[in-house]
């Protein structure tokens, strides 16, 4: 089982992984920081569930993250990936509540349309609040059919 993680603040991305690890010890994962990445990795990967932030930048640079921010990046890999047909499962966990002045509910909302049940929800990131850790463990439970 395998999950690639698209986040590009490094300590939120390190807290999945190591959530992830520490009670799944069957899946593997992988971590890529820019909308550039995550839309190649999701494509020549073969990955089980694709956890997507929304708001990432569009290229690595050698040292740190490269290029404008994409408000929506997460949503854009989405598009990209449905464009090209590839079949696959996304979840979106963030910190905020808007991107570009929308909502991160009306998002939730258009991301179940685009993508039916490939879509498996939107959960709020909080470095004070272990809520998120719960959501998460429950939604990899119910699709790698694990019981932990």
Request: net charge negative; hydrophobic share 35%.
């Amino acid at each position: 089982m395998r999950i690639l993680i698209v986040e590009d603040d490094a300590e939120k991305a390190k807290s999945i992984e190591s959530y992830i690890s520490e009670k799944f010890s069957s899946i593997s994962t992988n971590v890529v920081q820019s909308y550039h990445d995550g839309v190649e990795y999701a494509m020549n990967g073969k990955y089980d569930i694709i956890i997507l932030d929304m708001s990432i930048p569009a290229f690595e640079g050698q040292d740190s993250c490269r290029g404008e921010t994409l408000k929506n990046g997460g949503e854009i890999i989405v598009r990209e990936l449905l464009d090209e047909d590839i079949k696959f499962r996304c979840l979106v966990i963030t910190q905020y509540e808007t991107f570009n002045n929308e909502s991160l509910e009306t998002i939730d909302k258009r991301l179940r349309k685009l993508c039916g049940n490939s879509y498996l929800g939107c959960i709020k990131y909080d470095t004070y609040n272990d809520d998120w850790k719960d959501k998460l463990k429950n939604v990899l439970e119910n699709v790698f059919g694990i019981n932990n």
